[in-house]
């Protein structure tokens, strides 16, 4: 039965990378792929005439002044560190009560963490779930994570995980899942397209978990297909911890509500601010985050303590000051950066 549902998946669809022909970009994909950079490229404008148009309103040059004397070497960090305009105003409407500098450090770092801590996503995933997100954020690397996650304590059996690969045919992008299955053990399919992926899914019905890896190009199109042959289907985003406020808008506007959020490369993160901003704005849960390339680098503490902690280690705040930092009481950042390495 195994074997079958292989050879269906690999008769039907063109080979692997190895075959050329079946992997060579076709004109539509160009066009998804020149479409795709346009809309990016103007929601990266947009973003910089809006924080243009907000720095000019709030004094431009000056900005800063309108902070306590004590806290302006915070909100001169939050400019240089670029904190969207609203997140940091937001951070010095809430210190202004603190006395000083230490003080005023402490409660924006407890701030933040209150204002993006959320409640844990149940530990186990079941049934169907699409991993989304931008090109090269980790997806494909997630889903395997997720199989050998979900393999790894024997409550789900590697026959009752399936991994899928739909519409990608990009040169490398099988084999790399392909790889990803022979790690951890769990069975991959591939769907170019939605009979093929429609045929998979009801035959792998009795599955307790499937995988599904999507490219990002085109991925509302995917999600739509998608969604429209099985409407029980869970769609998560995954996004690097240090996605620009562009692309965190741009797919969190175009969500088919999303079910989870995962974030990756947390640890390759230093200014994690527009996700922070992001985070205080909705309150999508957060299933996974990735701590490392590595299959098994996933967080089990709550991923937004330490986007934090990092966001603040990073402040472009001057030594001197820092020094006062240690004694404000974020000092228990280290001990969650710490985790990073672990
Ligand atoms: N340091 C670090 N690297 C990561 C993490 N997640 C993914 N990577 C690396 O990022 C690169 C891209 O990972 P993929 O899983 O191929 O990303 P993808 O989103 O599937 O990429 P496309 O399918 O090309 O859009 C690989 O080199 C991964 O090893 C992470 O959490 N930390
Ligand atoms: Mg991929």
Redo the contacts with the bound molecule.
């Keep these: 039965m195994k074997e079958r549902f292989v050879e269906q998946s690999i008769q039907q669809l063109p080979g692997p990378v190895s075959d050329t022909n079946a992997e060579v970009a076709s004109d539509g994909d160009e066009l998804a792929k020149a479409k795709d950079l346009v809309e990016m490229l103007r929601l990266q404008f947009a973003e910089i005439r809006e924080e243009l148009r907000d720095f000019r309103n709030s004094g431009g040059a000056n900005r800063g002044a309108e902070a306590r004397e004590e806290h302006r070497p915070i909100a001169q960090a939050l400019t240089d560190a670029n904190v969207p305009h609203a997140l940091r105003t937001k951070i010095l409407e809430e210190i202004k009560g603190a006395r000083d500098l230490p003080k005023a450090l402490a409660s924006t770092e407890a701030f933040l963490m209150r204002s993006i801590r959320r409640e844990k996503c149940p530990p186990r995933l079941g049934g169907i779930h699409v991993i989304s997100g931008p090109s090269g954020a980790g ?2 690397l997630m889903i395997g994570r997720l199989a050998a996650l979900h393999t790894k304590d024997g409550v789900y059996s590697a026959d009752d995980v399936a991994i899928l690969s739909f519409k990608d045919r990009r040169p490398g ?1 099988w084999n ?1 899942i392909q790889l990803i299955g022979a790690q951890t053990g769990v069975e991959t399919f591939r769907a170019h397209d939605e009979e093929s992926l429609k045929s998979l899914l009801q035959e792998l019905g009795c599955r307790k978990l499937i995988l599904i ?1 999507t490219p990002s190009l085109g991925f509302t199109d995917h999600i739509q297909a998608i969604k429209s042959l099985n409407s029980s289907v869970h769609f998560n985003l995954l996004l690097p911890a240090d996605a620009s406020v562009a692309t965190i808008r741009r797919y969190l506007a175009e969500s088919p509500n999303w079910y989870s959020l995962m974030l990756s490369k947390v640890d390759e993160s230093t200014q994690p601010w527009p996700m922070i901003q992001a985070l205080t704005e909705t309150k999508l849960p957060i299933s996974y985050s990735a701590k490392s390339a590595l299959l098994d680098g996933l967080f089990t503490e709550p991923s937004t303590d330490i986007l934090v902690s990092l966001a603040m280690r990073h402040l472009p705040i001057p030594r001197e000051i820092a020094n006062i930092r240690q004694k404000s009481g974020i000092s228990n950042a280290k001990p969650l950066i710490q985790s990073l390495n672990s």
Aim: charged residues 40%; hydrophobic residues 20%; without cysteine.
């Design positions: 997806k494909s992008a790399q890896d």
